[in-house]
Each structure stands twice: as structure tokens, then as C-alpha cells.
């Protein structure tokens, strides 16, 4: 079935009239920015205009009377202190239940540090001329799984939440904060800059392999219901799926559907062919056909 110049909702997959996908990529940058902004936006709000309707950042960050606490160091908090403590517990269930729906979509869809990576994507890319960005370095995808159980332990065994202390995105909206407030900014913020330094060998390193939160988001996510879905009568093996992933995945295999997976959208952008596409698990995924 030819659908070239007609509109049309597939598995989830919205077509735009020339029969092209909508630009996810598109979407997800003006989302990243919009939570960028909040976080970088707030303290100025704070300090100068006392408006505290929205406060902290991406670690605790009260909206009104609802409060969002970042899963991981909730889960830490309550690891070390030993003890339930309900607004933290009622705070970590939004996000809990976001990942477990959607998967990573936190980490491609919110973050500021990948808010960060994005752009510095872009530069890379125009001062470059390259369309696609070829990983210098690639670690096994399971280290990720070591991270976050070595992160956990450490912190037991210290008897402090680290990641509390060391979360890149948390880092982000405190450093503002503190520039803001205290007019300095701390020596944990050259982690940000490790971060983009890793960048240059392999896109996302931090985020595939050494991102606590991502570790712990993937694995709430391994069963989320908001999976890629694969055509293969549609697909021309032409590959570009597999160069534009950011987390190194092979969209036509298993991967799609793994933990590693974060939904971003970028492989669906890039497929010519309407081969990949967004569909909900246990939903009968329609067949685009080319004749």
C-alpha cells in the first residue's frame, strides 16, 4: 500500500502529508530545552523576585505543593538511613512510573546534561561537516549494570548517598544555583567538563556505560510498554539507524526493545524506508508496505 501523499497514523507513527515521519529530534531538543530552561531560569526567580512557585532542580524539584525526587537518590536516601520516609517515597512515583511506561525517556528527553550533549553535537557536527559521528571508544553496554550496583554499594558502605553529591544532572542545577546565590561554583562541576571531553571520543559515553540514574532507569524500563517497532519487508539494510543511535544500539535487533533503549526517536528520524516506528507493547503493529 502506497501512502506517499497522504496522512496517515501507523503503530503509533505519525506521517507528515509528503509521507515523511514527524521529526522527533525536533521535538525532543525543544523539550530538553524547555527543562534546561527551568533549571537555569529558577534561581534567578528565587533570588531576585522571591517567586518560589517551582524550586530546586533535577534531583528534588517541588512544583507548587508536588514534589519530584529522582528515583536513584531516593532509593540511596532510603538504603542508608534505613527508614521510609513517605514525601520522598510519594516523590519518586511519578518517575518510577514514567519509566516504567515510557522507558530511559528521563535521560533523551530531559536531562540537562544531554541538553548539553545535544548542542555540542550540533557544533561538532557543523564545524566538522560530518553527518554522522563515529564512536571513538565503546565499552561493553553491561558496564552500565556495574555502575550502578558499585554506586550503590559505595554508598552503603560509606554511609553517604554519593549520587546525591556527584549526579551530573543534579550538578547542573545546583552549580547554577550556587553561582546564583553564593556567586561561586563548586569543584564537582569538572565532572561536567569530563563528561563533555568524553564526548569527543564516543557520543553519549557517559550516559551509555557510567550514569548511575541511566543504569537505574533502564533497568525500571527493561519491560516498559512504549517500544520501537521494526518492518522488515520495509527495510533496505541501508544502516543509517545504526550510525545515528546514540546509545550504540542495532535498531532492527533485540536492542530496540532492551533496557538500553532510552526512546529517543533519532533512529525513526533517520529511516527513509518507515521501517522503525513507535508502538505500544501488545499492540498489533501495523505493516507499511512499499510497492
Not at 547554577?176 to 562541576?189: D, H, P, Q, R, W
Not at 522488515?232 to 532492551?258: F, H, I, K, Q, Y
Request: hydrophobic share 45%.
Amino acid at each position: 500500500m502506497n501512502l506517499k501523499g497522504r496522512g496517515k497514523n501507523i503503530a503509533g507513527t505519525t506521517l507528515t502529508h509528503a509521507g515523511r515521519k514527524a521529526t522527533y529530534g525536533r521535538y525532543r531538543l525543544i523539550l530538553l530545552t524547555g527543562a534546561f530552561l527551568i533549571i537555569l531560569v529558577n534561581p534567578f526567580v528565587n533570588y531576585y523576585l522571591h517567586q518560589n512557585f517551582i524550586q530546586g532542580w533535577y534531583q528534588s524539584l517541588g512544583i507548587g505543593k508536588l514534589w519530584f525526587v529522582s528515583p536513584l537518590e531516593g532509593i540511596e536516601s532510603l538504603l542508608i538511613s534505613k527508614s521510609l520516609y513517605m514525601p520522598s517515597l510519594v516523590g519518586m512515583l511519578i518517575p518510577l512510573l514514567l519509566a516504567m511506561l515510557l522507558g530511559r525517556v528521563f535521560c533523551s528527553w530531559l536531562c540537562p546534561v544531554t541538553f548539553m550533549l545535544e548542542i555540542f553535537d550540533r557544533i561538532r557536527k557543523f564545524l566538522s561537516g560530518r553527518r554522522y559521528l563515529f564512536n571513538g571508544l565503546v565499552v561493553a553496554k553491561r558496564v552500565l549494570w556495574f555502575t550502578l550496583i558499585a554506586e550503590l554499594v559505595l554508598s552503603m558502605v560509606l554511609g553517604a548517598p554519593l549520587f546525591v553529591f556527584l549526579s551530573p544532572p543534579g550538578l547542573i542545577g545546583r552549580e547554577i544555583m550556587m553561582l546564583v546565590f553564593f556567586k561561586t561554583v563548586a569543584f564537582e562541576g569538572g565532572i561536567l567538563l569530563l563528561i563533555l571531553f568524553l564526548e569527543l571520543l564516543t557520543r553519549r559515553f557517559f550516559c551509555r556505560s557510567f550514569c548511575p540514574l541511566g543504569g537505574f532507569l533502564a533497568f525500571v524500563g527493561q519491560k516498559r510498554k512504549l517500544l520501537v517497532g521494526y518492518e522488515e519487508d520495509n527495510c533496505t539494510g541501508c544502516g543509517r539507524c545504526d550510525l545515528v543511535c546514540p546509545m550504540g544500539l542495532a535498531p532492527r535487533s533485540a536492542d530496540r526493545e532492551g533496557g538500553y533503549c532510552w526512546n529517543c526517536g533519532e533512529c525513526l528520524d533517520n529511516c527513509q524506508e518507515e521501517a522503525l516506528f513507535f508502538h505500544w507493547k501488545g499492540q498489533q503493529a501495523g505493516k507499511v508496505i512499499r510497492k
